[in-house]
């Protein structure tokens, strides 16, 4: 490997990922630096419960214990780590890191990256009252420890994209200007953050990908320009395509200029190539300088919530849960703040076994006093069981309620945290907020116009044409669909208008959706406003983080041009 190439792994894509994975990854080939990223609105939320019932707490403890196994081997490999495990503890996570170094006998230099946390005032920056409020941080104060020769640097809240360029700016020396190697670091960043889902998890494809029981983690090798190839290790499962990686890359964005604390990275720039099996480059991707302000995650408990489902057999769905819900609401003592249902219609015409002849009626009860939303809803759901519809049953026993979050997204100039970094020598060395910046102005296209045509068409599902990988940014979720050629590309554009998407997907229609081209990757992202409500602590959808709204998409019948779909899936 060329002494420009940066070899990164990645070994985590949230709180609760494979535990093994950090073996496997050092394990399986040359890395120089191994990541894992932690953290998401709702890690913050469990870490910041966890942190208001010990204060030694509030930090990633999977990382301790995969760390346990494999510190020893990571020494002898000499790879550095990097994870923002830290969360709303880092300081208290490096303390960790060093005891158990100790204790297992080895010489360990661990830096910390802290300033992020802004809870104590989270007030007086206007952002309300919270449980946590960390501002996501950018990677100089990374690249700062890893200059200093840390073996571990962990974070608190960084963006996810900083852990990865981090150590390349460290690497090769960028400076704050260097917007282009900068921007592609992120899209390096960006790719393999996900651990799996760019190894061919979660893709819409996903009959192609020939082994998928336990896929491998990605590796993003980076060069001096920021460009980089998305690889894994020889012999591991999975597979990275240019689909694997267009979907990652379309995966919970938002505007084509993608903002971050370092670097605004258009991604309208680009390019992809195949670059042999199980490779694929990224290229010619283009920075600007970053917004004068850092976005802030704000978590806080937003009261109590619980929920009963009723099954409805058979026929007379609509009525039979119409009699469900008034006998509920009819039977509790006090009404909640908030009620709703949900109606599934899940049955089937004819049914062969009785699964296929049920729908399911959920009620979502929240409120502040959780006495409201306790064993009192829960015993009004069960009380009418033998006086309701027939065939009436549930599909849980009543209990209690548990606590919700909300999320809310914040703002802060660049300067306000105090981005710091503890040097494994113990002194700390503050990062200074970049000289330069500049308000990002949307890039996000039109409604796109629709075009027609008098080819002949067939009705298929749309996901016989094109793949899509859907996602959650607070309240709000996108769904990015790519076509995998230039023809299928000017159909698609054409045709998926914002109106379209709304027909196809009735939940959307009324909430605004801004649709944005990345004709050079194949791809429409559209961001649904407003469809999450108030984020995934939240619940209030069947599908809370939108992972599934894509793939709904794409079994959508549309009317599509035969000679598009002559070799497509069957």
Not at 46 to 60: F, P, V
Not at 86 to 105: Q, Y
């Amino acid at each position: 490997m060329p002494e420009d190439v940066l070899r990164i792994g990645n070994c985590s894509a949230f709180y609760g990922d494979r535990q093994s994975a950090m073996r496997e990854m050092l394990e399986g080939g040359r890395l120089d630096v191994l990541t894992g990223d932690y953290l998401a609105e709702l890690t913050m939320l469990i870490l910041g419960k966890d942190r208001m019932r010990d204060t030694s707490l509030g930090y990633a403890r999977s990382f301790l214990r995969q760390l346990e196994e494999c510190l020893g081997l990571a020494q002898d490999r000499h790879v550095r780590i990097v994870a923002n495990a830290g969360g709303l503890n880092p300081l208290g996570l490096a303390d960790a890191v060093r005891s158990l170094a100790e204790r297992l006998g080895l010489d360990v230099r661990v830096a910390a990256v802290h300033g992020d946390d802004l809870t104590a005032r989270s007030e007086q920056l206007g952002l309300g009252t919270a449980l946590a409020a960390n501002a996501y941080l950018g990677a100089f104060g990374i690249a700062e420890a890893c200059r200093t020769g840390a073996d571990i640097v962990v974070t608190g809240r960084v963006t996810d994209g900083s852990v990865v360029i981090g150590p390349a700016i460290a690497h090769f020396g960028w400076g704050r200007t260097d917007y282009d190697a900068l921007a592609g670091a992120t899209v390096a960043g960006h790719l393999i953050e996900c651990g799996t889902q760019v190894t061919g998890g979660n893709l819409s494809f996903f009959r192609e990908v020939p082994d998928l029981v336990r896929p491998g983690y990605p590796i993003a090798e980076l060069h001096r320009d920021g460009s980089c190839t998305i690889t894994k290790h020889a012999g591991t499962a999975g597979a990275v395509t240019l689909d694997t990686v267009t979907a990652q890359l379309l995966y919970e964005i938002q505007d084509a200029r993608y903002a971050g604390p370092d670097v605004t990275t258009r991604l309208d720039s680009i390019r992809l190539a195949d670059d042999g099996p199980d490779r694929v480059r990224a290229h010619g991707v283009t920075g600007e300088p970053p917004p004068p302000t850092l976005k802030v995650s704000c978590v806080a408990i937003g009261g109590y919530r619980n929920e009963m489902t009723f099954v409805l057999t058979g026929l007379d769905i609509e009525a039979k849960a119409g009699l469900a819900r008034t006998q509920v609401e009819d039977a509790l003592p006090v009404r909640p703040a908030e009620l709703s249902w949900t109606l599934a219609r899940t049955e089937h015409t004819d049914p062969d076994t009785q699964a296929r002849a049920s729908a399911s009626l959920t009620v979502v009860a929240r409120d502040r006093d959780e006495r409201l939303v306790g064993r009192a809803f829960a015993n009004a759901a069960v009380e009418v069981a033998l006086s309701s519809y027939p065939g009436c049953f549930l599909t849980a026993p009543p209990a209690g309620g548990s606590v919700f979050g909300v999320f809310t997204p914040g703002y802060v100039a660049q300067h306000v945290p105090e981005h710091t970094v503890l040097l494994p020598d113990g002194s700390s060395v503050r990062i200074d907020a970049p000289a330069t910046t500049r308000i990002v102005e949307p890039l996000a296209g039109d409604n796109g116009p629709e075009r027609r045509s008098d080819a002949p068409t067939h009705q298929v599902p749309l996901g016989r044409l094109v793949g899509a990988r859907s996602g959650d940014k607070g309240g709000n979720a996108n769904v990015g669909v790519w076509a995998r050629d230039d023809a299928a590309y000017e159909w698609l554009a054409g045709f998926l208008t914002t109106d379209r998407l709304c027909d196809l997907l009735p939940e959307v229609r009324g909430l605004r959706v801004v649709r944005t081209p990345l004709p050079a990757i194949r791809s429409l992202n559209f961001v649904i406003e407003g469809l999450l409500g108030k984020g995934v602590a939240y619940g209030a959808r069947f599908d809370p983080q939108a992972k599934a709204l894509g793939e709904w998409l794409r079994a959508r019948l549309v009317d599509i041009p035969q000679r598009l779909l002559e070799g497509a899936d069957e």
